[in-house]
């Protein structure tokens, strides 16, 4: 940092080894069960530069992405007994990803105005080791965001409008119906426009903040079918999602606050043909229709504790709605108990428990899952236990 410019750069990096055995294409006998080994090897590497130019209260900011990552990826065809057998796919994944962004904050007054425009090329790679679907794709879009705040005596209000870019995965791309190996070519990327009106204000005893937004999405990316534990995408011509959002928080006490969250979301396909059936105006699979989550917050001497209490409605698991996953019900409850150590102090100890009473609840489920199987069970009871140290 040097006058008024302010300068950034970071890097990162990141490995992962996976191996998963997948379930059977069709319901059939343990001993004749064949379904399909997974493995992936994946590294990846990213670095982010930008500076920012203060004239005042304005700011200007200009930065560089540039990711890559790689994975050698392995399917083979399993079978009881056998877990290690022909190998259907061998291959060789590789994304280089490049960004260019600029962003504007401009405060005069009252009023905040925002600004932020992106350019990004991704470029797919894959070398086939079974030899015939080496190749090649390139995804490249221009995106930008628009928001004005204004300041209402101590509530401020915003509206904003945004495109956004969306690339398939390189397992979206992978997984192609017919079987064959390389990249999918007729998978293409989702674009989106939203638009988003908001308040926030504080009150007496708190604060509260909503909003409203609503998602226009072509060529939305979305798995159609799902065979012995993979999942096949394609693009829906277009998907509407509308939505409101509120929160609140309310001070019970000097070291204790009250917090509660909910949304609200409507997810419907506007254009979506898919094996000669039109889903139009059908329920988009995989979105509850309220998420809604409540808490308190607060202090005994050192020790800090938080406990909240989340709840979701029930969703479709399929494109043509006619299979339903339960929502939680009474809900599930999590706590966190943390040591708030003394100024200067160097450890602060934590532990938290996720689902504390044990509950039996759908997690997520598997759309369009193959033979209706598509109900995945939340964890039971899980107990963390960790700690900051600063030095």
């Given at each position: 940092?040097?006058?008024?410019?302010?300068?950034?750069?970071?890097?990162?990096?990141?490995?992962?080894?996976l191996e998963n055995p997948l379930a059977a294409p069709a319901p059939a006998p343990t001993t004749a069960s064949?379904?399909?080994?997974?493995?992936?090897?994946?590294?990846?590497?990213?670095?982010?530069?930008?500076?920012?130019?203060?004239?005042?209260?304005?700011?200007?900011?200009?930065?560089?992405?540039l990711q890559s990552s790689r994975d050698d990826r392995i399917n083979r065809r399993h079978r009881a007994g056998?877990?290690?057998?022909?190998?259907?796919?061998?291959?060789?994944?590789?994304?280089?990803?490049?960004?260019?962004?600029?962003?504007?904050?401009?405060?005069?007054?009252?009023?905040?105005?925002?600004?932020?425009?992106?350019?990004?090329?991704?470029?797919?790679?894959?070398?086939?080791?079974?030899?015939?679907?080496?190749?090649?794709?390139?995804?490249?879009?221009?995106?930008?965001?628009?928001?004005?705040?204004?300041?209402?005596?101590?509530?401020?209000?915003?509206?904003?409008?945004?495109?956004?870019?969306?690339?398939?995965?390189?397992?979206?791309?992978?997984?192609?119906?017919?079987?064959?190996?390389?990249?999918?070519?007729?998978?293409?990327?989702?674009?989106?426009?939203?638009?988003?009106?908001?308040?926030?204000?504080?009150?007496?005893?708190?604060?509260?903040?909503?909003?409203?937004?609503?998602?226009?999405?072509?060529?939305?990316?979305?798995?159609?079918?799902?065979?012995?534990?993979?999942?096949?995408?394609?693009?829906?011509?277009?998907?509407?999602?509308?939505?409101?959002?509120?929160?609140?928080?309310?001070?019970?006490?000097?070291?204790?606050?009250?917090?509660?969250?909910?949304?609200?979301?409507?997810?419907?396909?506007?254009?979506?043909?898919?094996?000669?059936?039109?889903?139009?105006?059908?329920?988009?699979?995989?979105?509850?229709?309220?998420?809604?989550?409540?808490?308190?917050?607060?202090?005994?001497?050192?020790?800090?504790?938080?406990?909240?209490?989340?709840?979701?409605?029930?969703?479709?698991?399929?494109?043509?709605?006619?299979?339903?996953?339960?929502?939680?019900?009474?809900?599930?409850?999590?706590?966190?108990?943390?040591?708030?150590?003394?100024?200067?102090?160097?450890?602060?100890?934590?532990?938290?428990?996720?689902?504390?009473?044990?509950?039996?609840?759908?997690?997520?489920?598997?759309?369009?899952?193959?033979?209706?199987?598509?109900?995945?069970?939340?964890?039971?009871?899980?107990?963390?236990?960790?700690?900051?140290?600063?030095?």
């Amino acid at each position: 940092e040097r006058g008024p410019w302010r300068s950034e750069v970071r890097v990162w990096g990141l490995t992962r080894s996976l191996e998963n055995p997948l379930a059977a294409p069709a319901p059939a006998p343990t001993t004749a069960s064949e379904g399909l080994w997974v493995g992936i090897e994946r590294r990846g590497q990213g670095a982010r530069a930008s500076t920012t130019r203060r004239l005042g209260a304005h700011h200007v900011t200009a930065g560089v992405d540039l990711q890559s990552s790689r994975d050698d990826r392995i399917n083979r065809r399993h079978r009881a007994g056998d877990p290690f057998g022909a190998v259907l796919l061998d291959q060789r994944e590789t994304v280089r990803e490049l960004g260019l962004f600029a962003q504007m904050v401009l405060p005069r007054g009252p009023w905040e105005l925002r600004s932020g425009i992106r350019w990004d090329r991704t470029a797919f790679d894959v070398a086939d080791g079974l030899g015939s679907g080496s190749g090649r794709r390139t995804m490249a879009a221009v995106s930008g965001n628009l928001s004005l705040a204004r300041v209402l005596g101590r509530a401020t209000s915003w509206a904003s409008v945004a495109t956004a870019f969306e690339t398939p995965t390189t397992t979206e791309l992978a997984n192609q119906p017919d079987g064959r190996t390389g990249l999918n070519r007729t998978l293409e990327p989702q674009r989106s426009i939203s638009l988003e009106v908001g308040l926030r204000s504080p009150l007496p005893f708190g604060q509260i903040e909503a909003a409203i937004w609503t998602t226009s999405t072509r060529d939305a990316i979305t798995p159609f079918q799902e065979v012995g534990g993979r999942s096949y995408f394609v693009n829906a011509g277009r998907t509407r999602t509308r939505g409101v959002e509120a929160a609140g928080q309310v001070i019970l006490s000097g070291d204790l606050v009250a917090l509660a969250t909910v949304t609200v979301t409507d997810a419907t396909f506007r254009d979506y043909v898919i094996n000669a059936v039109r889903l139009d105006g059908r329920r988009v699979a995989g979105i509850p229709r309220v998420v809604a989550r409540v808490g308190v917050r607060g202090a005994i001497g050192r020790l800090g504790l938080d406990v909240d209490h989340a709840f979701a409605s029930s969703q479709f698991a399929d494109d043509a709605n006619t299979l339903t996953a339960a929502g939680w019900g009474v809900g599930i409850t999590g706590m966190r108990a943390r040591w708030i150590p003394a100024e200067g102090g160097t450890l602060a100890p934590f532990v938290a428990i996720q689902n504390l009473l044990d509950r039996q609840v759908i997690g997520s489920v598997t759309v369009n899952g193959g033979f209706g199987r598509v109900f995945e069970p939340s964890a039971g009871r899980i107990v963390t236990a960790g700690g900051t140290f600063r030095f």
